[in-house]
């Protein structure tokens, strides 16, 4: 770049590590002195005291030191992937944003997954709301989608968000508990905001227990707008579609993963991607125009509510594939600062009050936990087009301009200039009124869609979401609560807070809470259900396969394939981790010892045991749980004859049900077949 015709900085964007550097190469310390002994302090005789002039330690130890940043205030715990997105239906006749103008056209991404209330180490299968930020480099700067898997949120106002995550972290006195909102402080918030109750709903069901970051969906939850070429605003929702459906855990499975493998979500995407098993969503659109806005029962700026797929259709556009793992976990996903206000020509902004205080936060909260305002020159954050600007200076400056002019206008015909034609414009939306703190009069109505969201899930969603509220509400100490958060479920069905008062054993059930407005009596959306839209495949899914010495290899090899050309990964689990012998002498490597593999997961199990086998797995604790377990989780199970006579009797009261399947020369066909139905569902009923 030439001296003097910009004062920007040079290429972004390239890698983003260091190599910590071969063996053939010396050891040096931060500023490449060549260092002679990484092992032993400089010191004065042999045992003698250390030395201050000793930099080598010192620049070692101080490093150390500080090498941990303030972690997100909320999405501490969070896992990144990067990618591309691209475009299958243009969106042109809409917005002029620059990726939505070309079809087939490619724009790389930056996508991290988060649990929301968990510190940084907490477990990945807490419930939680989860995290679905995406960054786009697109061509006109970075556009970043900062959103959740559930299309809702709790409050209206951003006025509310500390309030809200104060209580449903942990207790400020006690510390604990830990990435929970059973305790008092979430439910004594939650049941004095009305507001919440929709979103209530969502997190109280199975989609805040999904089986992984690859089975969710994602939302962008504001209202958003699109402006076309000529100025022209059409509202807009996005939606993320897992490609590989939707799937969720149980509770049961949810609490034993969390100790068998509490990076089970992180662990996923990371194998998902190195085994070429690319992750990937569909981008969707709701788009309206401000006649919809105006018709519709619900107020679109208000973030607790959603506009159903049923009344506009999500017109899908594009896809979204993570095929590139992190080359360092700090460096990309802990860096990564998402901002809801970057938005690129042809996005925009609503008035929804959540939104425009969001705002405000991320670019404040990327000071603080980054240290300075240059955390844009952060190769993870900084835009891949090239950028001109006269901002200078500060914390870790590392693209510095260069020229004489720093300023403009100028006269020495240095630097960038302003674009009227081609630079962002907002939309030039009427606004005006008396300045007041109010809430519109549209945001009154809390439990019409909380019910539509209920009656849309099916009986046994329907159930998760009751024993949920049970679970949750007996963690709470104060009665009051309890009843307090049962009094609004009486508005939004009567049932519902019916099974709930019985399982907390409420003696009286309280009065129903006063609504604001009337509840509105909506039509059940099926796309609002998880188990309403199966998704027929078990591509992409775990059948753990747990082994025996002397087992029919060719039993093994035929359940493989089977699973494998199904798309699924096989894990093969055996009392020791350096595998079995068949009966004729072939070794099979082992993935897991059975100790360390309990069947939580794994989305199907199978047991190949010989006779001795199924007598020592009979015997074994582990084996007998893990067989157990799968049969309680509503699994589909495949047994060999052995393992079905003298280790099923062992480990599982119950008779095999339609959902047990026995491993004969044709039975693996069958089985791999079932499993896309992802679980025996009437055992579950
Ligand atoms: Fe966030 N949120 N949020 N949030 N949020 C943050 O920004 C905030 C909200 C979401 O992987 C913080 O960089 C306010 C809704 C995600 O790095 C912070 C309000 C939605 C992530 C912040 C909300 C989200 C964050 C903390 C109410 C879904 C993780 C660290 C007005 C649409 C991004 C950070 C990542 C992170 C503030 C509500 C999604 C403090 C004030 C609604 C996915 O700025």
């Not at 901002?339 to 020509?345: A, D, E, K, L």
């Not at 019985?502 to 796309?527: C, I």
């Not at 055996?574 to 309990?598: F, L, Q, S, W, Y």
């Amino acid at each position: 770049m030439a001296k003097d015709d910009t004062r920007t900085d040079h290429g972004t964007g390239g890698e983003t590590h260091q190599t910590a550097g071969g063996p053939h190469e010396t050891m040096t310390t931060q500023v490449g002195m060549p260092v002679s002994d990484d092992q032993n302090t400089l010191k004065v005789g042999d045992r003698g005291p250390h030395l201050l002039e000793d930099q080598v330690f010192r620049e070692k130890i101080f490093h150390f030191d500080h090498e941990r940043i303030p972690e997100r205030v909320v999405h501490a715990r969070g896992y990144g992937a990067r990618g591309y997105f691209e475009l299958t239906d243009p969106l042109s006749d809409l917005t002029r944003a620059d990726l939505f103008q070309r079809k087939g056209e490619k724009t790389e991404v930056f996508v991290r997954f988060s649990t929301v209330a968990g510190n940084k180490g907490s477990a990945d299968l807490a419930r939680d709301v989860r995290g679905f930020a995406v960054k786009f480099y697109t061509k006109e700067g970075n556009w970043d989608l900062v959103g959740n898997n559930i299309p809702v949120f709790f409050i209206q106002d951003a006025m509310k968000f500390p309030d809200l995550i104060h209580a449903a972290k942990q207790e400020p006195d006690r510390g604990f508990p830990q990435a929970q909102t059973a305790h008092d402080n979430f439910w004594d918030f939650i049941s004095l905001m009305p507001e919440s109750m929709h979103m209530v709903m969502w997190i109280m069901s199975d989609r805040t227990i999904p089986r992984s970051f690859r089975f969710m969906e994602g939302f962008g939850v504001h209202t958003f707008r699109l402006v076309d070429g000529a100025g022209k605003s059409t509202f807009v929702k996005f939606h993320w579609k897992p490609k590989l459906g939707l799937q969720s855990v149980l509770w049961d499975e949810a609490v034993k993963i969390n100790g068998a493998d509490p990076d089970f979500h992180r662990r996923d995407l990371w194998d998902a991607i190195q085994m070429g098993d690319f992750p990937e969503w569909e981008l969707g659109v709701q788009v309206f125009d401000d006649a919809f806005a105006d018709s519709f029962p619900f107020d679109v700026l208000d973030a607790t509510k959603l506009i159903p797929e049923e009344d506009v259709p999500v017109r899908i556009v594009g896809r979204l594939v993570l095929d590139r793992v992190v080359d360092n976990f700090f460096a990309e996903t802990e860096q990564v600062a998402f901002q809801t206000g970057n938005i690129v020509p042809g996005i925009d902004h609503s008035n929804d009050p959540l939104l425009q205080g969001r705002n405000f936060s991320y670019l404040d909260t990327q000071l603080k936990r980054l240290g300075g305002p240059n955390f844009n020159h952060i190769p993870v954050n900084a835009p891949r087009c090239p950028f001109h600007h006269f901002q200078q200076d500060g914390h870790m400056a590392m693209h510095n301009p260069v020229g004489r002019a720093n300023y403009e206008p100028n006269s020495h015909g240095l630097g960038p200039r302003e674009n009227p034609e081609t630079g962002f414009t907002s939309y030039p939306a009427e606004e005006g009124g008396a300045k007041r703190r109010i809430r519109a009069e549209s945001f009154a109505d809390h439990y019409s869609q909380a019910r539509q969201f209920y009656i849309s899930q099916t009986a046994i969603e329907q159930a998760n979401i009751a024993n949920a509220l049970v679970f949750e509400l007996s963690k709470c100490e104060i009665p009051e609560i309890r009843a307090r958060v049962v009094s609004h479920l009486l508005n939004i069905d009567a049932g519902l807070a019916e099974e709930v008062a019985t399982g907390l054993g409420l003696t009286d059930m309280p009065e129903a809470a006063t609504p604001a407005k009337p509840v509105v009596e909506t039509e059940p959306s099926p796309a609002l259900s998880i188990l309403a839209q199966p998704p027929g495949t078990f591509e992409g899914r775990k059948l753990g396969i747990l082994v025996t010495d002397g087992i029919d290899g060719k039993h093994f090899d035929a359940l493989k394939k089977a699973a494998t050309e199904a798309g699924a990964q096989v894990v093969v689990i055996a009392k020791a981790v350096g595998g079995v012998e068949t009966n004729r002498g072939r070794r099979i490597e082992a993935d897991e010892k059975i100790d360390g593999a309990p069947s939580v997961l794994y989305d199907a199990v199978a047991v190949l045991a010989s006779e001795d086998g199924a007598a020592m797995l009979a015997g074994m604790h582990p084996a007998r749980t893990f067989l157990a377990d799968a049969f309680a989780h509503g699994k589909f199970i495949a047994l060999t004859a052995p393992a079905a006579a003298a280790f099923w009797p062992k480990a599982v009261p119950e008779e095999p049900d339609g959902g047990v399947f026995s491993l004969d020369d044709s039975g693996a066909a069958s089985f791999v077949e079932a499993c896309a139905g992802l679980r025996f569902w009437d055992r579950l009923a």
